[in-house]
């Protein structure tokens, strides 16, 4: 069974940064969108950043708007998510997913980010 692995979480102080990065066990075919989802304590998972295939369009938060960027690396089959000027807000599991063109979606284990003075 496939697995998205992602990586590049930790702790950082308010206005530093982050890069997460999301790899699948082996390659999935067919992505329309791939994308980053968080969920902090005691909410629901929330969409953070997407991103298409071919024009590379691109949907944020308005949270994030201006902070994060999500590039994708076809070739690669990997996306990544830059996250600057990080707020404690920011505070939360980062969920990578990869939706097919058959609406076939796949899920990360999830990745900490935490934001503290």
């Known amino acids: 069974q496939v697995q998205l692995v992602e990586s590049g979480g930790g702790s950082v102080r308010p206005g530093g940064s982050l890069r997460l990065s999301c790899v699948p066990s082996?390659?999935?075919?067919?992505?329309?969108?791939m994308g980053w989802y968080r969920q902090a304590p005691g909410k629901e998972r929330e969409l953070v950043a997407t991103?298409?295939?071919?024009?590379?369009?691109?949907t944020y938060a308005d949270s994030v708007l201006g902070r994060f960027a999500i590039s994708r690396d076809n070739a690669k089959n990997s996306v990544y998510l830059q996250m600057n000027r990080l707020e404690f807000e920011d505070t939360a599991v980062y969920y990578c997913?990869?939706?097919?063109?058959?609406?076939?979606?796949?899920w990360g284990q999830g990745t900490q980010v935490t934001v503290s003075s």
């Open positions: 082996r390659r999935i075919w067919s992505v329309y969108t």
């Open positions: 991103i298409t295939e071919g024009a590379g369009r691109t």
């Open positions: 997913n990869f939706r097919t063109y058959t609406d076939v979606d796949y």
